[in-house]
Structures are given as structure tokens and as C-alpha cells.
């Protein structure tokens, strides 16, 4: 059974720093690329960056670029999402998911964690 | 504002059939598969269609959904009062090198 856990809630102040993890179970790791997304109070999702397991490379959304660092570590079937300089607008659930987007298509090898709660 | 978008409600009495739309672009939906997830507050995202209209197992087919050009749509027939969440759609951007979303559509049944 393909599982995705993440840490628990979290309280920061503004102008801190949150760091995320996401621990993987049931899939090979490297063979999916995982992806962060924001889901603020009341709204929709956003996505923030994806990394590749299999070699580390990183993409961000461009509205969190330079804000936002995105890691795996293969060893420990984890990634993690590291947030700075927050403000009371990063107040959000925060999920990792599997989605499968290939070529022009999609496949339903889509799981997400069970969210984490970040209040600034 | 979201980049694909949803109308924010929609509503149908039980038995009905309500539709959901979403608006995109030539470098998402004009182009690339659109996901169809079902969110109930307090829970993650579940997907439930892909692909081209394709519903993961266990997935009812009272869901279906359609694209033409930059729009797609989902179909909910033989409503029932469990239908009641938030509905998203997401497509690939190969602009933006990653997904995006609609705002999201509350359904009601009423």
C-alpha cells in the first residue's frame, strides 16, 4: 500500500523558518517525482516546487522561488519542503503528492500525505 | 487567483446531474491531461479522474468527465448527498515546467 507521511503541525513566527518532511512507503521512491502544494484557509491549491528522487533536481513555482527548498533523501524515502521568511499568508495546510503528469497524459499513481497544518 | 478556472458553487438536488467546468489555457489543458480530484474538508485531495476519462478503481461511474480545446468538464450523475465536497481540477503547464489548478467548486446537493 502506497502510503505518504508528513511531520505534524507547526507554529512560527513571522520571518521564521518551517521545514516539512514527507516519508514514502509502498513505491520505489526514486521513480516518482514528488510534489509540494499550499492549500491556504478557504482557497485552492497552488503548487509550490517538485523534486526528482532520482537525481535531486528541483523546480519551483516561481511565486515561491527563493523562498523555498525542496530535497530528497533517497536513504530514508523522505522528502522535504523547507519554507523562510514566513508570513501570515504561508498560513496553510501544506501536502505532498505523487501526481503522475507524463507526456500529455496522466496516470492514477496519485497519492497525497495527510497534510501539514503551518500557522505564522 | 488560480490559473485554471472553476466556478466557485454549484449545487443539485439528489438523482441530478451537475456539471463543473474549467478554463485553461493552450499550454495546460489546450494540450495536456486533465485531473479531476474530490476534496472533503479536513481530508487530502482524492483523484477521481485522469488521463482521458479514466477513474482509478473504486471510483464510481457516475463520474465522468470531457475536454474540448482550453476547457474540460466533469459530470456527476445520480447525485447523492455524499457528492457534497469540493471539486478541483489540475492539467500539466508546460509553460510553467509543473501543475496547476482551478480555485476549486463547491458542490451542494441540496
Known amino acids: 500500500e502506497v502510503q505518504l507521511v508528513q511531520s505534524g503541525a507547526e507554529v512560527k513566527k513571522p520571518g521564521a523558518t518551517v521545514k516539512i518532511s514527507c516519508r514514502v512507503s509502498?513505491?520505489?521512491?526514486?521513480?516518482?517525482?514528488l510534489f509540494w502544494v499550499q492549500q491556504a484557509p478557504g482557497k485552492g491549491l497552488e503548487w509550490i516546487g517538485l523534486?526528482?528522487?532520482?537525481?535531486?533536481?528541483?523546480r519551483y513555482a516561481g511565486r515561491f522561488q527563493g523562498r523555498v527548498t525542496i530535497t530528497a533523501d533517497t536513504s530514508r524515502d523522505t522528502a522535504y519542503m523547507e519554507l523562510s521568511s514566513l508570513t501570515s499568508e504561508d498560513t496553510a495546510v501544506y501536502y505532498c503528492?505523487?501526481?503522475?503528469?507524463?507526456?500529455?497524459?496522466?496516470?492514477?499513481?496519485?497519492?497525497w500525505g495527510q497534510g501539514t497544518l503551518v500557522t505564522v | 487567483q488560480s490559473v485554471l478556472t472553476q466556478p466557485p458553487s454549484a449545487s443539485g438536488t439528489p438523482g441530478q446531474r451537475v456539471t463543473i467546468s474549467c478554463s485553461g489555457s493552450?499550454?495546460?489543458?489546450?494540450?495536456?491531461?486533465v485531473n479531476w480530484y474530490q476534496q472533503v474538508p479536513g481530508t487530502a485531495p482524492k483523484l477521481l479522474i485522469y488521463n482521458k476519462n479514466q477513474r482509478p478503481s473504486g471510483v464510481p461511474d457516475r463520474f465522468s468527465a470531457s475536454k474540448s480545446g482550453t476547457s474540460g468538464s466533469l459530470a456527476i450523475s445520480g447525485l447523492q448527498s455524499d457528492d457534497e465536497a469540493d471539486y478541483f481540477c489540475?492539467?500539466?503547464?508546460?509553460?510553467?515546467?509543473?501543475?496547476?489548478f482551478g480555485g476549486g467548486t463547491k458542490l451542494t446537493v441540496l
Open positions: 489540475a492539467a500539466w503547464d508546460d509553460s510553467l515546467k509543473g501543475p496547476v
Open positions: 523534486v526528482d528522487p532520482e537525481n535531486g533536481k528541483r
Open positions: 503528492a505523487t501526481m503522475d503528469f507524463y507526456g500529455s497524459g496522466s496516470s492514477d499513481f496519485d497519492y
Open positions: 509502498g513505491y520505489t521512491f526514486a521513480d516518482y517525482y
Open positions: 493552450s499550454s495546460n489543458i489546450g494540450r495536456n491531461a
